[in-house]
């Protein structure tokens, strides 16, 4: 199946500081990403749309200005966490879509904000 | 109204029985996708078996089968020859058009657990 690459794997950063995560497509082009969090033993929750070439599309309760998300290319979308703080702290995931397939997940990104 | 529906928080089974994770859905777009992704304690989401709405056919993907009904919106996986490997989360997730823009929900999860 398709790769999809994140970076970093974990990080751990002060409360006030900014951490950026990227996220790869690998062998394929992606329109269209999506970035996720996940909190210990619940499910997904969408955070928002990334397309590439415009602004990404929030979902409710999601802050733009804080989680900002940049999808610059057809393979690589950004989400910074802005002055981050401890409730900040989660496992931020992305996805790639493959136009008329599935989707693909990378490896997840796993936040600690002191 | 819950998009994505899976009733089963956890689920055993013994090793080689087949086992059926739940999963029903509700939307109004015509054309859809399901999904079913593992994800084992690493976190990783790994992706299984993926059904379109317009499919005829069920999917199936090696031991992976999706039986799609497509008027009782449900699209549960089955697990054939079940292995220690398979212990893991199991989500049903559905993709469909929401307000101009592709969108993915995701069910709360079945956490399975084979049995030696």
């Known amino acids: 199946g398709a790769v999809v690459s994140q970076h970093p794997s974990r990080v751990i950063c002060k409360s006030g500081t900014s951490v950026k995560i990227e996220c790869r497509s690998l062998?394929?082009?992606?329109?269209?990403m999506f970035w996720y969090r996940q909190f210990p033993k619940q499910s997904l929750m969408l955070m928002a749309t990334?397309?590439?070439?415009?602004?990404?599309?929030?979902e409710q309760g999601v802050e733009k200005d804080k989680f900002l998300i940049n999808h610059a290319s057809l393979t690589l979308s950004t989400l910074t966490v802005t002055s981050a703080h401890p409730e900040d702290s989660s496992f931020y995931i992305c996805?790639?879509?493959?136009?008329?397939?599935?989707?693909?997940f990378g490896p997840g990104t796993r936040l600690l904000v002191l | 109204a819950q998009k994505i529906t899976q009733t089963q928080p956890g689920m055993f089974v013994q090793e080689k029985e087949a086992v059926t994770l739940d999963c029903t859905y509700d939307?109004?777009?015509?054309?859809?996708?399901l999904f079913w992704y593992k994800q084992p304690s690493s976190g990783e989401m790994i992706f299984l078996i993926y059904?379109?709405?317009?499919?005829?056919q069920n999917a199936t993907e090696g031991r992976y089968s999706l039986n799609f009904q497509k008027a009782r919106k449900s699209a549960n996986l089955v697990i054939s020859a079940s292995q220690l490997g398979d212990s893991a989360m199991y989500f049903c997730?559905?993709?469909?058009?929401?307000?101009?823009?592709?969108?993915?929900?995701f069910g709360t999860g079945t956490k399975l657990q084979v049995i030696p």
């Open positions: 996805s790639a879509d493959q136009i008329g397939e599935t989707q693909y």
């Open positions: 062998d394929f082009q992606a329109t269209t």
């Open positions: 990334s397309n590439e070439g415009s602004k990404a599309t929030y």
């Open positions: 939307t109004s777009d015509p054309s859809y996708g």
């Open positions: 059904q379109g709405s317009y499919d005829q």
């Open positions: 997730a559905m993709r469909e058009n929401s307000g101009g823009y592709q969108k993915v929900t």
